[in-house]
């Protein structure tokens, strides 16, 4: 399941005054997003590859911002709650040592691939709390890897998340 974005007031102020200036097909993006559609639904409008640098173009100048989903929580009763996670490619239930060990393991591998603009994605890992917060950092990350890296090191940025929450649970 891909994220889904909503307008900021900026992105607002932007299709009334044209405050950002935005390139065509940013702006045309920026149309499209309306807090119902999923990134995934977007993808036959744009270039292949294209929408992930589009995205992280708009959420950097402030136009749109993720929707945070509620978080699901899972119980068997026995007062032992567990997250529920559904990240786009981190999917499970996870126990809250688990979203411990995908935190640390997303900020370590967020810090050693982009250095200091590695820090906004540091602080809000550190503000997550449940599922839908991490969801939403994970999410960020890929895009911000895709758009500077490209896909293999989004790719690579999950599979340690995921090896990391594996080896947790051992």
Known sequence: ??????????????????TLKLRPELRRLLIMIDGKRSVDSLVPFFRPNELPLLVDELLQCGAIETI??????????????????????????????????????AKTRCKSKLGRAADRFISDLDKCT????????????????????GE???????????????????
């Open 1 to 18: 399941m891909q994220p889904i974005f909503k307008k900021t007031l900026a992105g607002i102020a932007e299709l009334e005054r044209h």
């Open 152 to 170: 293999d090191s989004a790719t690579q940025f999950v599979t340690a998340v995921r090896e990391a929450v594996r080896r947790s649970s051992s």
């Open 68 to 105: 945070v989903p509620v978080a699901q929580i899972a119980s068997d009763g026995d007062g032992d709650d567990q997250l529920t996670v559904a990240v786009t490619t981190l999917r499970g239930t996870l126990s809250k040592a688990q979203l411990s060990a995908a935190i640390s393991a």
């Open 130 to 149: 449940d599922s839908a917060a991490l969801r939403v950092c994970i999410s960020d990350i890929q895009l911000k890897l895709m758009a500077d890296f």
